[in-house]
């Protein structure tokens, strides 16, 4: 018996062994992944800044996907990258600043900053290659931007766009019209947020005026073709009517009738 118990003691004693140092290495694992450098950055960390990352100049074409989850601030400029995807940084709860700046940025997708309400201070875009502003991308940032030095082009869906933006208000200043649609109404070189006057729906609503106008019309022309349509039907019924009328005999001729039926009795 004592046999027996010193071995089922010793098989407890290796799997308990076991079941610790794997929870060690999960341990481990776990937290080298959320405080390590991504590769090829550079990371520096600060009592009362936190981690910073840099892979400024790096010539990445995409955001790296191994940014540690602790991060405060990140600086991705002088790099390739293209496009900002959906919920790039979603698992960064702790960012308060991103520098995506003299990058060739043509497109940020849909909630491309998703996550970063919260934290998130300030956001850098200048200098890249951004021309239609995505209002879904900033979806939940009221965060300081810098969006200068973009060919934007400025429409009516931005005009429509701006009441939606919940960007510090100072920071669509950045958004200097480098074309516009319509082209003649003096947007080009213009700061958009500060042109009060500028109306770039103008050609929308002329358009949905014609339209109104030529359904109006339509409506018009389908009722006087009813109206039409239903006079002449009537008025064939009518003669018809009167006709049957007419063939009827009248009262006198029923008299004349009777008196000759009276008069041959």
């Not at 960390?45 to 074409?61: I, M, Q, Y």
Request: glycine share 4%.
């Amino acid at each position: 018996m004592p046999l027996l118990e010193s071995g089922w003691l010793l098989r407890h004693s290796v799997v308990m062994c076991l079941l610790l140092h794997s929870l060690v290495l999960m341990t481990f694992c776990f937290h080298h992944a959320a405080t390590s450098c991504s590769q090829g950055c550079y990371c520096s960390e600060s009592d009362g800044r936190g981690k910073t990352v840099r892979c400024s100049n790096l010539r990445l074409t995409e955001i790296p996907q191994d940014l540690p989850n602790d991060t405060q601030r990140i600086y991705l400029d002088f790099n390739l990258l293209t496009v900002v995807p959906s919920n790039a940084f979603w698992d960064l709860p702790m960012l308060s600043e991103l520098d995506l700046s003299n990058n060739e940025l043509a497109q940020l997708e849909p909630g491309a900053f998703r996550g970063l309400g919260p934290s998130l201070t300030f956001l850098d875009l200048s200098s890249n290659k951004l021309v239609n502003f995505n209002p879904e991308a900033f979806e939940g940032l009221r965060a300081r931007a810098n969006l200068t030095n973009n060919p934007w082009h400025c429409d009516c869906s931005l005009q429509l766009a701006m009441p939606f933006i919940h960007l510090e208000p100072l920071s669509l200043t950045g958004i200097v019209c480098e074309t516009s649609e319509p082209p003649d109404v003096g947007a080009e070189g213009v700061p958009f947020l500060l042109a009060q006057d500028l109306d770039l729906c103008v050609v929308m609503k002329k358009t949905t005026d014609v339209a109104m106008l030529v359904t109006m019309f339509g409506w018009f022309t389908m009722v006087i073709s009813y109206l039409v349509y239903y006079v002449r039907n009537n008025t064939e019924d009518a003669r018809r009517h009167l006709e049957y009328l007419k063939s009827l005999p009248t009262k006198q001729e029923q008299s004349e009738a009777s008196s000759t039926i009276s008069t041959v009795v």
